[in-house]
């Protein structure tokens, strides 16, 4: 279906869409975050127009339709077909003990890539950060180490791209070995904090960290490939995102963050170097 067919469709669902809801136009629009005057270029057909994604995804939400047939993808009107083929989960670790976010790392080689991590970088991490992790399991602390080696080999191939952006509170807490990393000893963290920072300087600009406030803003652990695939980790599992729709929404989110990020990358690292061990 082309541009012209899929508008005008898309004018059809609108208008059916409007009519049930029993507003005015003035009050549609505003319903759904436009005005009137911007309601009306979608509804003519003198040119052929779709949404912008705010809009389509506005519209989706406050009545109670799907994104996909309002544009004509699916005769299903509901949300919940579009739901449950947009979202499934897999288990973080395969049949061959390796992480599920390895595979979609190198299948999306060439890609960008935006990743925020549930504690530190996972390619960052030094031998005494994960022995501490694996808690004295002597197979668990293999398998994180094989984990970064991997995803540090990943970083450094010359089509990588990646932003990551995190709370920076997070690295404050490790500093102060608080929370999770109580009873890490203070060497452990000083190392480790010095290796977040050359590793950064070494794979800067291809490897991008930014750093927001944590207690505005908040990000789930998740890593986004390109437009294509999303995975928000949950645990022992992955919420897998594969509607395009809602991936490019995450990656709005993502940007969002980076843009009231209060540490760019260009200063990652040095604010890393700042950060006192207690």
């Known amino acids: 279906m082309g541009k012209r067919e899929t508008a005008a469709l898309f004018r059809q669902r609108l208008a059916q869409v409007q009519t049930q809801s029993g507003l ?3 009050a549609f629009a505003s319903m759904i975050g436009i005005d009137r005057s911007a309601l009306s270029q979608l509804t003519s057909g003198q040119n ?12 989706a939400a406050r009545f109670q339709v799907s994104s996909d047939w309002l544009l004509g993808l699916t005769d299903e009107r509901g949300q919940t ?6 979202v499934e989960t897999e288990q973080a670790l395969d049949e061959e003990n390796r992480t599920a976010m390895e595979r979609w790392h190198h299948e999306a080689t060439g890609q960008k890539v935006r990743y925020v991590p549930a504690w530190l970088p996972d390619l960052m991490r030094t031998p005494a950060v994960i022995a501490f992790q694996a808690a004295s399991n002597e197979q668990e602390r293999r398998r994180l180490q094989r984990q970064t080696d991997r995803r540090l080999t990943v970083s450094r191939m010359p089509e990588s791209d990646i932003e990551m952006c995190m709370p920076l509170q997070t690295l404050e807490l490790f500093a102060e070995g608080a929370g999770n990393w109580q009873g890490l000893d ?3 963290r000083r190392e480790q904090l010095a290796h977040i920072a050359a590793t950064m300087d070494e794979l800067y600009p291809a490897f991008r960290m930014y750093l927001f406030d944590g207690r505005k803003r908040f990000a789930p ?6 437009y294509l695939r999303a995975a928000v980790y ?3 599992t992955y919420l897998l995102i594969r509607a395009k729709s809602l991936v490019r929404d995450l990656a709005q989110g993502f940007d969002s963050h980076i843009r009231h990020a209060e540490i760019h990358a260009h200063e990652a690292a040095s604010w890393v170097r700042t950060l006192r061990v207690r």
Do not use: H, K, Y
């Not at 077909?81 to 947009?86: G, M, R």
């Open 24 to 26: 005015s136009q003035t």
């Open 48 to 59: 052929p127009r779709l949404p912008r994604a705010e809009t389509l995804l506005a519209l």
């Open 81 to 86: 077909a579009q739901v449950l083929n947009a």
């Open 186 to 188: 203070a060497d452990a």
């Open 221 to 226: 652990p998740m890593t986004i490939f390109g």
């Open 234 to 236: 949950t645990g022992d």
